[in-house]
């Protein structure tokens, strides 16, 4: 064997076996389906945005009860549920993101629950802040290019027997008024604290719902505005109608738990405030109803991962020449909880696959330049 041959040999890599060559092509093969995993994970909205078609007047995003859990799970659970929080705060971010780079909305709304404990110390309160404000944060809203509204919830403030005004006081420096008005496309957009819209202790943040519930009303039917209303508690509607039935629990006169708001106030809502859209929350199951005076209730399923990270999206057209407005109504899903694991599973055992055969496959080479 000439001197040539020799070198040529020298540097030639070995052969691997048959199997490890299997293994090569699986572990590949499983890189290449989570790199496509992947790529689907962080524009998996991707679908709707090809659904959604023309950019409408505006487009509201609405996003269910995210019910962000804090320090007792982690007590209850250590370190698993340490990462169930991890694990949930990066999924609900990868939504956020998923929404503001393929929806392009005008206005985000979270529907209450932000938490998903009403009595946590002022401590805990501030880490679930900065939590909310990592997953919900966004460049965009920053600089006031899309609105980001807050509804408070019963997990956030309490029902009417708990509900305090400390409570709603912390709530709104953190996530702005319980009850507000906003003018969007030539629609009124009314929020209201519905914890306090039945019988409650607090009679002051009593008032100030009812209050903006009546106005509402009125500057909607005297500017003949369409009215949007953005509240927590879905509305009462007949057994059988959602998953869950209409049921209030009382602590003496006041409200301890509820489904829905009581019939009297949801027919003075209905009736006399007489709003086009009612978007809800509370209900994680989600619903659709219509209601007497062609309004037309959803309640959006939960965001969460168990629910299946829902989205729903509202776009309104609004012609300036004729005063009318037309609507398109969308919804988009992401992954269950348990389909995440399995996920999070699949890429650590091809990982290990990847790492054994890396590491078989560079002791070869070196063998074989070694032997020659």
Known sequence: MNLESRKQRAWQLPRLPSGWRALAIIVVAGWLALLCCILYVTNY???????????????????????????HRVLRQGFYGWLTLLVDDIVMRNMMRNVMRWVRPTHVVTMGDL????????????????????????????????????????????????????YVARFERAFGPVNAKYYVAGHLVAVVNS???????????????????????????????????????????????????????????FVKEQSQLSEPTSRFIVDEVRPRWIFTGHDHNGCVYQHSNATTEHTVRSMMGSFGGYTAVLDIFADETSGSSRYNYHHATFFRTGMITAFLASAGVWLALAVVFFAWTLLLCLSGLVIS
């Open 195 to 253: 914890m306090t819209l039945d019988s409650t202790h607090a009679k002051e943040l009593s008032e100030a719902s009812w209050q903006m519930l009546r106005e509402a009303g009125r500057e909607a039917r005297q500017r003949s505005l369409p009215l949007i209303l953005l509240t927590h508690i879905p509305l009462y509607k007949p057994p059988g109608t959602c998953s869950e039935d209409a049921f209030i629990k009382y602590d003496g006169e």
């Open 45 to 71: 909205m991707l679908p709707l945005s090809l659904q959604l078609g023309a950019e409408p007047t505006a487009r509201f995003v609405f996003l269910g009860d995210p019910q962000i859990e804090g320090i």
């Open 115 to 166: 938490f998903s404990y009403q009595f946590c110390a002022d401590d805990e309160f501030e880490r679930r802040v900065r939590r909310y404000n990592w997953i919900f944060g966004h460049p965009q809203i920053a600089s006031k290019h899309v609105q980001l509204i807050n509804l408070t919830g019963n997990h956030d403030i309490g029902y009417g027997f708990e509900v305090t005004t400390p």
